[in-house]
């Protein structure tokens, strides 16, 4: 008996992605379920005509708690997981259809993926073997983890796709520098709090700048520079995001202090000056506006100064 195939989607204001996933899912999973997070724009609109089952779930910052829901709506006997903007090439399609036809003794596979980044294609970011995406119903656990929501269960066997790129997803991420940013701050902060939220405490010491410089050397031996501006964009945020998630890591542990911190350091700045004296309320004047209206022929000079001329009086002295 042949078994089932369940692509989950999960989306959130995807319209400019959707589509093109979904037609690459299509031709060879047996039932294709989105999961949207009330998307703004018209990601479920177009996702209709393709999907099978279209699910709603709230927008939480762990986002693969959301995946879960269409884990659970899935009829097959197979989940493949898919982002809105990856795309399976034709060859990794039929790749997964006869592995899964033919019955394997394994429960997982992981699948590599290509990054295509500010447009172009990267030859030197790390690929394969890639993560968990084919499992077995039950053979995985989907945790709150930011990026790493899908973790194989104990005993779980795994399988790995042959090294190469067209057996690979393909992922068409970040179109402009300021997206990148924003997900860089919105993500940190996310990882950052999960940290602290399990009683790590500070990172050790050597940790703020070790994931950096493993960054920088990884570009370094990959030749990063044949990728142009785009592969140092990469390098350098992956960098700058593993040093920033530690120093949030440090921060949130005592940003609620320093309201109280400054302002005692403003006090005893301060304190070198005798005590305010208590003062009456001072009473607010408003100044007199030129009257839109000069009909009959008086205007306003100075504020608050009447003249019968027809026209403003000026203070020639200023």
Request: net charge positive.
């Amino acid at each position: 008996m042949t078994s089932r195939i369940s692509a989950v989607v999960l989306t959130l204001n995807e319209e400019h992605n959707i589509e093109y996933c979904l037609r690459s899912v299509r031709p060879w999973c047996d039932e294709l379920v989105l999961v949207d997070m009330f998307s703004d724009d018209r990601t479920v609109e177009l996702a209709r005509p393709y999907v099978d089952v279209v699910l709603a779930h709230e927008r939480v910052l762990a986002f693969d708690i959301g995946r879960q829901r269409g884990i659970d709506a899935a009829t097959g006997d197979w989940i493949f997981s898919i982002d809105a903007d990856e795309i399976v090439p034709p060859q990794l399609g039929r790749w997964i259809r006869a592995f899964v036809d033919a019955d394997p003794e394994y429960d997982l596979t992981q699948i590599p993926r290509i990054n295509v980044f500010l447009g172009r294609r990267l030859h030197s970011t790390p690929w394969w073997p890639g993560k968990p995406r084919l499992f077995k119903r039950g053979a995985v656990l989907v945790t709150a983890d930011l990026h790493h929501g899908l973790v194989p269960r104990a005993g779980t066997r795994v399988a790995q796709v042959p090294r190469n790129p067209q057996l690979s997803l393909w992922h068409f991420t970040r179109l402009r520098i300021d997206a990148l940013t924003q997900k860089m701050n919105h993500y940190t902060t996310i990882e950052a709090r999960q940290e602290n939220a399990r009683g790590r405490g500070d990172p050790p010491g050597h940790t703020w700048f070790v994931g950096a410089f493993r960054e920088v050397a990884v570009y370094v031996y990959k030749r990063g520079y044949r990728d142009g501006f785009a592969g140092l964009a990469y390098m350098a945020n992956r960098a700058y995001y593993k040093f920033l998630r530690q120093a949030k890591r440090w921060d949130e542990a005592r940003s609620g202090l320093r309201q109280a911190r400054y302002d005692l350091m403003r006090e005893k700045i301060l304190s070198g000056y005798p005590l305010p004296r208590p003062r009456a309320a001072g009473t607010i004047i408003a100044p007199t506006m030129i009257d839109a209206d000069l009909s009959d022929g008086v205007t306003v000079g100075r504020m608050g100064e009447r003249s019968d001329e027809g026209i403003a009086s000026v203070d020639e002295t200023g």
